[in-house]
Antibody, heavy 118, light 110 residues
Framework: QVQLVQSGAEVKKPGASVKISCKASGYTFTSLHMHWVRQAPGQGLEWMGQ????????NYAQKFQGRVRMTRDMSTSTDYMELSSLRSEDTAMYYCGRDSGTYSPDVWGQGTLVTVSS | QTVVTQEPSLSVSPGGTVTLTCGLSSGSVSTTHYPSWYQQTPGQAPRTLIY???TRSSGVPDRFSGSILGSKAALTIAGAQADDESDYYC??????????FGTGTKVTVL
């Protein structure tokens, strides 16, 4: 069945970077976009960006421009989201979500908790 | 900065009907925004309910329906059940490959 499995929780210091992975299985990875969405504690969902099926094109929310990088490894069917210059406000659960061409994620990863603390 | 607004909270009686809306800080929501809706319970990943305005995701009961009502996207829950008590988020496609989530609505069934 279709599954997205994300990497484990991370604890980072302010100013550091974090790189989260999202391994896909059960479908043709190279055919579909992947979204990244985050949720700070007690807050709503926030769209961060997406990567194209080929990995050649990314679109990022303006808020994260210059600080986020989404990449794709076709050989392992894994997407990555790297966020740099971390600050306490980046403490959140980060989710990947597959887009089947429906302009929305339809299958979600389980989430990766990133804690930024000195 | 585009803001997508939702009611902060709504309540519904068991078996009743409730409609959640999703609006834009400026302008109207249309089908070209491909409105989608998500349900989330505490500690869980979101669950996709509706995409492209009114198409139910696989396995979603038909008591959930999506539409455009006036200038907003809407999610209607008919015949509400106790386990529909959740947070609900909409999302809109804003063009150029970008999206915005709504502020979220907490639905209470009581």
């Amino acid at each position: 069945q279709v599954q997205l499995v994300q990497s484990g929780a991370e604890v980072k210091k302010p100013g550091a970077s974090v790189k989260i992975s999202c391994k896909a299985s059960g479908y043709t990875f190279t055919s579909l976009h992947m979204h990244w969405v985050r949720q700070a504690p007690g807050q709503g969902l926030e769209w961060m960006g997406q990567i194209s099926p080929s990995g050649g094109k990314t679109n990022y929310a303006q808020k994260f421009q210059g600080r986020v990088r989404m990449t794709r490894d076709m050989s392992t069917s894994t997407d990555y989201m790297e966020l740099s210059s971390l600050r306490s406000e980046d403490t959140a659960m980060y989710y990947c979500g597959r887009d089947s061409g429906t302009y929305s994620p339809d299958v979600w990863g389980q989430g990766t908790l990133v804690t930024v603390s000195s | 900065q585009t803001v997508v607004t939702q009611e902060p909270s709504l309540s519904v009686s068991p078996g009743g009907t409730v409609t959640l809306t999703c609006g834009l800080s400026s302008g109207s929501v249309s089908t070209t925004h491909y409105p989608s809706w998500y349900q989330q319970t505490p500690g869980q990943a979101p669950r996709t309910l509706i995409y492209s305005t009114n198409t139910r995701s696989s396995g979603v009961p038909d008591r959930f329906s999506g539409s455009i009502l006036g200038s907003k996207a809407a999610l209607t829950i008919a015949g509400a059940q106790a386990d529909d008590e959740s947070d609900y988020y909409c999302a809109l496609y804003m063009g150029r490959g970008t999206y915005v989530f709504g502020t979220g609505t907490k639905v209470t069934v009581l």
